[in-house]
């Protein structure tokens, strides 16, 4: 065919095919194809750079997310040691204030203690230790623990849980909890009250941590040594004194035991028992141990594997859609040359060409909307869990700081005559206005909380990524929904004033519907409404609005014929003239200025209902007095 043309050019113009070098049309081929080439060479090393860097960045925030979740795992069984270790501390401390206790009266001491045993369940035993190191204790013994760290500590006034040892008397590994007894006159202590506690919570809360297949956690003391661990062979025994990890022949273990023996929190890669594996270790707030957790590098870095699997497909499909985009370079020389031989043959390609654009920006339009649930609903569900276990801690903080506030009123009561110490100390913190401003703070947070959670579950339920099926949902639930996550257009700004929801929703029973589709729809009248009351409170003085403020009415109830479920929603905002309202559902169709709106919002909301759910939508508006949009769903699919 162009050889034919260019002869029929040819024979029409020959004067000015003898002024044309012979050569002018293989260099002008040649110089356009190696420009277009290069071009596509540039773009295919700017989209690889591009393609490189993200991956890595994303392939980091991934790992690093991962790693969090294991850190916060490992702090989850660091609190839960920690609270357990800081009531028992409570309890000894309470117990060596006591009158009985502060008497140094070891006839009357000890069934008061062993009455104390019994009732607590958690103590083995309880002992008085005098200022000499004698030890007397509630199963008849007598030794001297001067060596022991308990006493060290506490004789100096410290309430402390020292690391776990083998017990002279119970024989069995334990925790020494000890607290000072005041003495009635001076700042030294008159005595060390000490309760044995058995191991097993710890041992428990640290069986309890995991992270998939192969993982495990061990707790360390304050020198390195294994006090629970998996490896039942790692722990201490009457016959067998435990070895501490800093004697390991494992250099990364002894690197990783140091960094815990100091107290520092983190997480890295090391190689133990023959694998690589990522250990995450924190310390405890009440005592010098330190906590870690073992999680094989599989079992972490497996989700990366879909990444590295992505990765490699979407190289596939770079470099077919270079080859591809290279073979479309080539067509569109080929059809630039036909353009020459029939034009209508290019007006049909553009209107195909406008056709497939809408198409195109229609269903990117669908799968941002998409990608858009899903980011909405993963956030949600990210935010929820820590917004859960800040929820969840506040009714134990609030309680335990009732708990102190009750034991510091107490103590103001049962010693009124407090030492000058104490009384400068309690002016400097303001200790009134601590006790009456604590409660107000824990009840405002609480409130936070809560209202964090409600907004979470509103993102949830609005993008509805479980119920891609039709099923029976509740219309008013979605539209509350909505109107939640738009409120932020809603309240009053400097720039804009306050629109007003009038909500007046009938008895209506469960809807056969697509949640998500539907929610999406109400989305973007909702959005049209509230963009046409801007617009209109731009062009309205202060009084008007205060007159007529700006308002969106919904309104809900059951069609006559009580088939659908109607859906009427009104603005008063500025209206459509009757060129605007018979194309407001067309695709690329929009009033707004550039960069305010595709004029996709409108059509995708007739696409669900009418398309989807065999429904209808009607509007109805007057300028300058408002739009109404009805919205007719039927109660049960027709699909």
């Known amino acids: 065919m162009m050889l034919k043309l260019r002869k029929i050019w040819l024979k029409i113009n020959p004067r000015w095919y003898a002024s044309t070098p012979k050569k002018y049309y293989s260099f002008k081929w040649r110089s356009r194809n190696l420009l277009l080439l290069a071009i596509v060479v540039i773009l295919s090393i700017s989209i690889s750079a591009t393609a490189i860097t993200s991956y890595k960045i994303v392939k980091g925030l991934l790992l690093a997310s991962l790693k969090e979740q294991v850190l916060l795992e490992t702090h989850q069984g660091q609190n839960d040691i920690d609270n357990w270790l800081a009531i028992r501390k409570t309890e000894i401390k309470t117990l060596a204030n006591s009158p009985v206790v502060r008497s140094l009266n070891w006839s009357v001491m000890e069934p008061y203690l062993q009455s104390e045993v019994k009732r607590l369940q958690t103590f083995l035993l309880m002992g008085l230790t005098t200022p000499d190191g004698t030890l007397i204790n509630t199963h008849g013994d007598r030794l001297n623990v001067k060596d022991r760290e308990f006493f060290q500590r506490s004789i100096v006034g410290e309430t402390v849980a020292a690391d776990p040892i083998i017990g002279r008397t119970t024989k069995q590994l334990q925790i020494q909890i000890s607290s000072p007894i005041p003495a009635e006159t001076g700042t030294k202590p008159a005595g060390v009250l000490m309760g044995g506690i058995p191991i097993n919570r710890v041992v428990e809360a ?254 949830r339920n609005f993008s509805r990524l479980d119920e891609a099926d039709m099923k029976f949902v509740d219309i008013h639930e979605g539209l509350d929904n909505t109107l939640m996550i738009l409120n932020h257009r809603l309240t009053a700004t400097p720039n804009q004033s306050e629109i007003q929801i009038i909500k007046k929703y009938g008895d209506l029973p469960l809807v056969e519907c697509y949640a998500g589709q539907l929610n999406q729809a109400f989305m973007n009248v909702l959005v049209n409404a509230i963009d046409a009351l801007e617009e209109a409170s731009q062009k309205q003085s202060f009084e008007d609005l205060k007159t007529n403020p700006s308002q969106i009415r919904l309104q809900t109830q059951i069609d006559k014929s009580n088939d659908y479920v109607m859906v009427q929603i009104y603005d008063n905002g500025i209206g459509m003239c009757e060129d605007v309202k018979h194309r407001v559902f067309d695709h690329m169709f929009t009033t707004k200025p550039v960069g305010k709106g595709i004029g996709l919002g409108m059509a995708i909301a007739y696409q669900i209902v009418v398309d989807k759910h065999r429904g209808t939508i009607e509007v109805d508006s007057t300028p300058e007095c408002g739009t109404e949009f009805t919205i007719r769903i039927p109660l049960i699919s027709k699909s």
């Open 206 to 459: 640290i069986g309890n941590l995991h992270q998939g297949k192969g993982s495990y956690a061990f707790a360390l003391n304050s020198q390195g040594v294994p006090i629970a661990h998996h490896n039942r062979e790692l722990i201490g025994t009457p016959e067998k004194a435990a070895q501490s990890f800093l004697n390991s022949t494992n250099p990364r273990l002894v690197e990783i035991t140091q960094q815990m023996v100091t107290k520092r929190t983190n997480i890295e890669l090391a190689r133990l028992d023959g694998k690589w594996s990522y250990v995450a270790y924190t310390p405890l707030r009440e005592t010098n141990w330190s906590v870690a957790l073992v999680v094989p590098r599989e079992n972490i870095e497996s989700p990366l594997q879909a990444l590295n699997l992505l990765a490699t497909v979407l190289g596939g499909l770079l470099v077919v859609g270079l080859i591809g985009a290279w073979r479309q370079v080539q067509l569109y020389e080929q059809i630039r040359d036909r353009a020459f031989v029939s034009s209508q043959q290019a007006q049909e390609l553009s209107k195909t060409l406008k056709e497939l654009q809408n198409t195109q920006a229609q269903l990117i339009q669908t799968e941002k909307m998409s990608s858009l649930g899903q980011l909405v609903a993963g956030v949600a569900h990210e935010i929820n869990n820590p917004a859960n276990f800040i929820h969840a801690n506040l009714n134990h903080a609030s309680v335990y700081s009732q708990d102190i506030l009750g034991l510091l009123k107490l103590y103001q009561q049962t010693y009124p005559n407090p030492t000058p110490e104490i009384s400068d100390r309690a002016q400097d913190l303001d200790i009134e206005f601590l006790a009456e401003d604590l409660p107000k703070l824990m009840t405002s947070m609480q409130m936070g909380t809560k209202r964090i959670r409600q907004i979470v579950l509103s993102l």
